[in-house]
């Protein structure tokens, strides 16, 4: 079998994450609520393709009751060692980005502390199965694109309700795009499976720990607009955490609980 080359790759790996993703852009906090509660950000949503983006928001809804929340919901019945596992796995792939970003942000602490979490967690952690870093007093914090144009000024833009991306500001969105393009660790065929190891487990995961939250802005009488300001509120938040620079989110009063990116 000829190799793929590098476009035929990040198509396939774009397709994956159409396929077994939604809402990333807000499918991956764990501690959404007490960001919510501590966050006194200012979060304007503009949304002047509403109609259109409520479509879209149909049609991800959709995906999302009949394919990823049953089988998140499955998923939280599996082992707690299991699902630990699992969330240690994908976070740890995913702090190469995160070190790139707290670099881009001008954070050199922040990055310090990502870099080590990664080699420590890489190696005795088993490929970052066992977080072995957080008892070694290093914690975790995340960063993303979305933040990183946060905190060099860039504006939130109009809301954008992607299909299977889901919702987010105009300036996430481009980040998301820029994600798929970066590709820290190369692109070998090992660094391949464990990248798509890490997208399936980890948006199962993210969404697993999303289902109390989900299930209790649905029985509000609109869907849409509750989950588009949470997702706001959250993400105002998180670009401040990073504006601050705190070498993890507990270590910022504001944005306590953004211990995850939307």
């Known amino acids: 079998m000829r190799p793929l080359t590098y476009p035929q790759h990040l198509a396939r790996q774009v397709l994956l994450l159409l396929t077994v993703s939604y809402l ?3 499918a991956s906090p764990a501690n959404v609520a007490s960001t919510t509660r501590c966050a ?5 949503v503009y949304d002047p393709a509403e109609p259109v ?3 879209v928001f149909a049609f991800n809804r959709a995906v999302d009751d009949y394919a990823l929340a049953p089988v998140a919901r499955g998923y939280r019945y599996l082992p707690d060692f299991f699902q630990q596992g ?6 740890n792939f995913s702090e190469p980005k995160v ?3 707290d670099l881009l942000q001008g954070n050199p602490q922040r990055s310090i502390n990502t870099l080590g979490r990664f080699a420590v967690n890489t190696t005795v952690g088993i490929v970052g199965l066992i977080d072995v870093s957080d008892p070694l007093g290093i914690p975790r914090h995340t960063a993303d694109f979305g933040q990183t144009f946060g905190v060099w000024g860039i504006g939130n833009g109009p809301i954008v309700e992607l299909p299977l991306l889901g919702t987010g500001n105009s300036r996430d969105a ?3 795009v820029l994600n798929f393009l970066v590709a820290p660790l190369g692109d070998s065929d090992t660094v391949q499976t464990l990248g798509t190891l890490s997208l399936v487990g980890g948006t199962v995961d993210t969404r697993a720990s999303l289902l109390p939250l989900t299930d209790s802005l649905q029985k509000l009488p ?3 607009s509750a989950l588009r300001n949470v997702v706001a509120e959250h993400r105002a938040a998180f670009v401040l955490e990073g504006k601050q620079g705190a070498t993890s989110p507990q270590a910022d009063s504001c944005a306590k609980g953004a211990g995850d990116d939307f």
């Open 53 to 55: 983006n409520r479509g």
């Open 86 to 91: 699992v969330h240690n796995f994908a976070s």
């Open 222 to 224: 609109d869907y849409y």
């Open 40 to 44: 006194q950000v200012s979060y304007p």
């Open 174 to 176: 481009a980040g998301k």
């Open 24 to 26: 990333t852009g807000c």
């Open 99 to 101: 070190f790139i970003n």
